[in-house]
């Protein structure tokens, strides 16, 4: 599997992410009905901090090889994000009464991607 696509890809969704977590928090925690407190803003401002951290490290990840003994640890650190996050939207899904949309999108996302690096896990590049 070439894993160019996939590391843009998911580089690509991380930044638009967190991008807007950390430029848009208050709107963001407005919009989810959270009281927009100096630590909420806070806490969304350094999760849009971690998402372009791991954007900008899948970007400049793209043109290597990845998979089974090459750069296990971004496929193992992406695996990882991706697996936890799906569980969590998951489990989220039949207990969430609003926003429901974008739980749904999120997790529709999340499990691709973890489908797709577990698969770049587990397999050697060719």
């Known amino acids: ?15 638009i992410i967190g991008i807007l977590l ?3 928090p208050n709107e963001i925690a407005e919009y989810l009905s959270v009281e927009p407190t100096i630590i909420t803003i806070l806490f ?5 901090a971690l998402y372009l951290g791991f954007g900008i490290l ?4 793209k043109g290597t090889l990845i998979g089974g003994i090459y750069n296990r640890p971004i496929a193992l650190g992406n695996l990882m994000h991706f697996v936890v ?11 969430i009464q609003t926003h429901t949309e974008i739980i749904i999108f999120l997790t529709v ?16 590049p060719t």
């Open 22 to 24: 950390s430029f848009l």
């Open 85 to 95: 996050g799906a569980i969590t939207l998951v489990k989220v899904i039949s207990n």
């Open 109 to 124: 996302f999340y499990v691709i991607f973890a489908l797709l690096f577990a698969y770049v896990f587990k397999t050697n």
């Open 1 to 15: 599997m070439k894993t160019k696509l996939l590391m843009t890809s998911s580089a690509v969704f991380f930044g």
């Open 44 to 48: 969304l401002q350094i999760l849009g």
């Open 58 to 61: 899948n970007w400049t990840a």
